[in-house]
């Protein structure tokens, strides 16, 4: 199984929008409702922001969502804020069992 | 709120094998998955593996034959082996619990930075 592919950066300014691609294959994304996103900013562990492609864990803002168009998921943060500059990763389930990440995005608030 | 606390060696020598735990506390281990991530310096995510609290397993193909996860319920942890580490295998290693309802890491330990060298 390959890792997900994600760009490497990705910048918006204060209550702007920015969508982060991950892209997979008919074997993951494609064929799973299973993509989940996290968030990490510097020194810290991962945070789930979004389940099942778009669904929201229990104290995420609404400003986070999820969606997926065939093989590929996006993530949204909609009116961007100065602590939504984080590390992004995306992952999905690969069937077998198995589960793969992406490479993640660092997304900068500018 | 469930949290998890790995512990280990910060150090370990090439080919030895990597041993970690996960504590888990705030909860209980059991009706739960719980798996092992890890990443390397400045690099993403790899999933490793997860275990069911009834000792099932499932392994990243990637590093199958040198992984292995066991669990131990009445002391509420579980652990990671990882045999013949090089210096490849250096990198923060998560533990967390995985929901198989809705696939994903929902609680994530702080993470314990392991490096491989002699």
């Known amino acids: 199984q390959s890792a997900l592919t994600q760009p490497p950066s990705a910048s918006g300014s204060p209550g702007q929008s920015v969508t982060i691609s991950c892209a997979g294959t008919a074997s993951d994304i494609g064929d799973y409702k299973y993509v989940s996103w996290y968030q990490q900013h510097p020194g810290k562990a991962p945070k789930l922001l979004i389940y099942?492609?778009?669904r929201r864990p229990s104290g995420v803002p609404g400003r986070f969502s999820g969606s997926k168009s065939g093989n590929t998921a996006a993530l949204t943060v909609s009116g961007l804020q100065a602590e939504d500059e984080a590390d992004y990763y995306c992952s999905s389930f690969a069937g077998n069992n198995n589960f793969v990440f992406g490479g993640g995005t660092k997304l900068t608030v500018l | 709120q469930v949290q998890l606390q790995e512990s280990g060696p910060g150090l370990v020598k090439p080919p030895e094998t990597l041993s970690l735990t996960c504590t888990v506390s705030g909860g209980s281990i059991s009706n739960y998955y719980w798996s092992w991530i890890r990443q390397p310096p400045g690099k993403g995510l790899e999933w490793i593996g997860y275990i069911y609290y009834s000792g099932s397993t499932n392994y990243n193909p990637s590093l199958k034959g040198r992984v292995t996860i066991s669990v131990d319920t009445s002391k509420n942890h579980f652990s990671l082996k990882l045999s013949s580490v090089t210096a490849a295998d250096t990198a923060v290693y998560f533990c967390?619990?995985?929901?198989?309802?809705?696939?994903?890491?929902?609680?994530w330990g702080q993470g314990i930075l392991v490096t491989v060298s002699s």
């Open positions: 099942d492609v778009s």
């Open positions: 967390a619990r995985f929901d198989g309802y809705n696939p994903s890491f929902d609680s």
